[in-house]
């Protein structure tokens, strides 16, 4: 397969991911952000910052490499660059990051009770540990120092205090099965919760 058609083919990946991620309300019009490693090289093509996430198109998106440096694109990449360039860094196996803001998963963060892995026959099964960052100003260099420490810890999931989650796969749908099993979990939980304290009302 050509360079192009490698970089078409993440391109939509990117799309559709961002799409799903919308419809499902984990990320809104102006928020959230994927990127996708290109095989091979320190570059990685990432969404742009404020344009309408459920309506994305090919030439929104912004290639970039590690080091920070635009290789392709016209657009401003996401404000997160930075932590998704300090995963690819010390993570081979990642080979795309999601940055979506899980409401259920963060309420439950707010409320200081960690997700409970055991509660959920599908996180069980793909999410491989589950790593949190006290609150940190969205886009920093702190934020994603903070990221790099928790990421080589070898986990999937990263909860950011008050701002969402990260989600890391080997390929885009992998890290999409990740950030939405997350939310399931933490509806669950949240459920449970509340229907034993309903139970225990009698």
Known sequence: MSENSI??????EILTVMRNLYRRGLVSALTGNVSVRVPGTDAFWITPTGIFKGGLRHDDLIKMNICGDLVDGRNRPSSEWRFHAAIYKVRQDVNAVIH???PVTL??????????????SE???FIKGVEYVPYVEPGSEELANRV?????????IIVLERHGIIAMGRNIYEAQTIAETIEDLATVQLVSRLARFLYTLG
């Open 7 to 12: 970089d078409f083919q993440i391109r939509e």
């Open 100 to 102: 979506a803001h899980n």
């Open 107 to 120: 309420a439950l963060n707010i409320a200081g009770i960690r997700l409970d892995l055991s509660l959920l």
């Open 123 to 125: 996180a069980l099964l």
């Open 148 to 156: 790099l420490e928790k990421a080589q810890l070898g986990v999937n």
